[in-house]
């Protein structure tokens, strides 16, 4: 059974992420932001349910699809949605756009446009956690695709061997950028290779937002006991293309739709109102005010004032 | 004064540093029980233990990866590559990540962090252990960059380094290691983009840094025997560049030659002679020259390997054909 309050928590950060993803891919197509767009619509339950098991002061890093991991921290949605506007009001003042959100504050520590680029940065922050002895694990976002990169190895192993307080959050989308998973490594399971780093390796169900929690929960509470990392795979599926105007030749429309029907947010809805935690009218009213916070967010992107360039040429070396 | 060398120097300030600062720790390879692989931390593994001197696997993208992770949450790492060749297994970490992170997030956090790796050939290891890569990451906005050439000079900007809060690249030339220097006891900084003129002099400005620095003062005291007044500046740090004290030689001597042993195209120089160009060009009475090590690997072979780089003999010629402009 789960607690009201997790529950209610759980449903409306995923559908935070999926409100503000689906408001920010119509201002996209409609020309009204610049920059690049990496939609995390279908993936919510990871973020959710990983983000909702940390400490507020835990750190977190992400990918360029990253405005899930940032909304599921907790961190602010005016300053998020003012720097896809690229103002001077946003998190980055402009100058990261989509794929380089960060709050420092919230402990968000990047999301990252390079795959892969953040994974040992995040094996840093928990190395400096370790010789803090301050208690905080660090979560590390990243997809199926950059578990080829190097910088995975690199930095799994040196986790393991220094027993770091690390999570490695593996989002299994099924696809590196294009390419089907079955193109771009000869395993099902990308947990299997925590073997390699002698490290556990645990499967979540990516659409179920208990399942990941639950996994998570255990993996964090492992590394903040000073047991070490984990590796954790969480099996999802992203509905949009790659990038915003990805044509997406690598996939049927048939495949999307099979899929929804795991949507992580519908199931958990119908969940919710089949054990009667919550009643219809009240998932309505807490939609409600999910968007009129987004509405204020986009507002407040739309009507900030644009950074001075003079001001960005003199912040290099401060 | 007291001499001691260049090794001893940058070993100083890490032991001060590791002393003082609970914050400061060294990662690399081999800087354990061996010392590193050129013994600059030898014996510090000893006194502070794994937790602050910390051998890593052979990983230069965790290294670096993990040095940034670690001064974004607060901590003053220092990494050690052991060649500045192997920098480039790093590639992404050094040219996306680490110089972006401060000005792409919109100065949220801080970077201090340096990493300190060697320059130069001289030693017969070929051409993956021998190349003076310093210019390569000078062109990527973020980093500040260190090649010092003396044991003072060595200790002080190292000190600068540690205080910084930025990522800092610091170049330790080889052939360095050994030579000895006058250098004070106390800690002292020196602050980046302040060149130092090495020797004074009227008639033309050499421009070097790191062991090329050395050769070029032995030029210019063989050449003040038959009248020649040769003016020998280094400037210490390639970003931030004292430009301005380098305009002022040239103003000076109008005549001006740029030595590294960094590869001649594209090489360090070439920024330099440009910014001379710009700021001087008036007071030029001869073309700016270079000289740095010729545009090809660098081979094993003794006799092969002195061809490549440059000698006393290339930077002679270089004078002697200004002189004669």
């Not at chain 1, 070490?228 to 293309?241: D, H, S």
């Not at chain 2, 000190?159 to 050994?178: D, Q, R, S």
């Not at chain 2, 210490?236 to 590294?260: F, G």
């Amino acid at each position: 059974m789960i607690e009201k309050d997790l529950a209610r928590a759980f449903l409306i950060t995923m559908k935070k992420i999926r409100i503000f993803e689906e408001e920010a891919v119509k201002l996209f197509a409609g020309h009204e932001l610049p920059g690049w767009l990496h939609s995390y619509i279908g993936e919510e339950a990871v973020a959710t349910g990983v983000c909702l098991a940390l400490n507020p002061g835990d750190y977190i890093s992400s990918t360029h699809r990253g405005h899930g991991h940032c909304i599921a921290k907790g961190v602010s949605l005016r300053k998020m949605m003012a720097e896809l506007y690229g103002k001077e009001t946003g998190y980055c003042k402009g100058r990261g756009g989509s794929m380089h959100i960060a709050d420092f504050s919230m402990g968000m520590l990047g999301a990252n446009g390079i795959v892969g680029g953040g994974i040992p940065i995040a094996t840093g922050a928990a190395l400096g956690s370790q010789m803090n002895k301050d208690n905080k694990v660090t979560v590390c976002f990243f997809g199926d695709g950059a578990s080829n990169q190097g910088a995975f190895h690199e930095s799994l192993n040196l986790a393991s061997v220094w027993k770091l307080p690390i999570v490695y959050v593996c989002e299994n989308n099924l696809f590196a950028e294009t390419t089907p998973q079955t193109d771009h490594q000869a395993i099902h399971n990308i947990a299997d290779r925590a073997v390699a780093y002698g490290m556990p390796g645990v499967i979540a169900d990516g659409m179920d937002v208990i399942s990941v929690y639950n996994v998570a929960r255990k993996a964090i509470d492992r590394a903040r006991s000073g047991e070490g990392p984990t590796l954790l795979e969480a099996k999802t599926y992203r509905y949009r293309g790659h990038w915003e105007g990805d044509p997406q030749p690598y996939r049927s429309k048939a495949d999307i739709e099979e899929w929804k029907k795991k949507d992580p947010i519908i199931n958990f809805e119908r969940f919710l109102i089949d054990q009667k935690l919550f009643t219809v009218p009240e998932i309505k009213s807490l939609t409600e005010e999910i968007i009129n916070e987004i509405n204020d967010a986009i507002e407040f992107g739309r009507t900030s004032p644009f950074a001075d360039p003079q001001a960005c040429l003199s912040t290099l070396y401060l | 004064m007291r001499q001691i060398t260049f090794r001893e120097a940058i070993h100083e300030v890490l032991d001060y540093e590791l002393e003082t600062n609970s914050d400061v720790f060294l990662l690399g390879e081999d800087i354990g029980p061996l010392g590193g692989a050129f013994g600059v931390t030898k014996g510090l593994w000893e006194k502070y233990g794994n937790e602050r001197v910390r051998n890593t696997p052979l990983s230069e993208v965790a290294i670096v990866g993990a040095a940034t992770g670690a001064a974004s949450v607060g901590k003053r790492p220092i990494a050690e590559i052991m060649f500045c060749d192997f920098l480039f297994v790093a590639g992404d970490q050094l040219v996306n990540q680490t110089p972006k992170m401060r000005f792409m997030f919109g100065d949220q956090c801080q970077l201090p962090l340096v990493i300190r790796t060697t320059i130069g050939a001289g030693q017969s290891a070929a051409a993956q252990h021998s190349q003076s890569l310093e210019g390569m990451l000078a062109h990527i906005p973020g980093f500040i960059t260190v090649v010092p050439s003396t044991p003072h000079d060595a200790k002080g900007l190292l000190k600068t380094a540690i205080e910084n809060n930025n990522p800092v690249l610091f170049y330790e030339h080889k052939g360095l290691y050994n030579i000895i220097g006058e250098v004070p006891k106390e800690m002292y900084s020196i602050p980046f983009g302040v060149a130092d003129i090495k020797r004074a002099g009227s008639d033309l400005t050499i421009i070097a840094t790191a062991e090329t620095m050395h050769k070029s003062l032995r030029v210019a005291e063989r050449l003040q025997k038959e009248g020649f007044s040769i003016e020998v500046i280094d400037p210490r740090t390639l970003v931030p560049l004292d430009i301005e004290t380098l305009v002022l030689s040239v103003k000076k001597t109008h005549r001006a030659v740029i030595v590294h042993e960094a590869h001649l195209s594209y090489g360090p120089g070439a920024e330099i002679a440009a910014r001379l160009a710009d700021e001087a060009f008036d007071y030029l009475d001869a073309p700016i020259k270079r000289v740095g090590a010729k545009d090809i690997p660098i081979p094993m072979a003794p006799h092969l390997e002195s061809y490549i780089i440059p000698q006393e003999a290339d930077i002679e010629r270089a004078v002697r054909s200004l002189i004669h402009y």
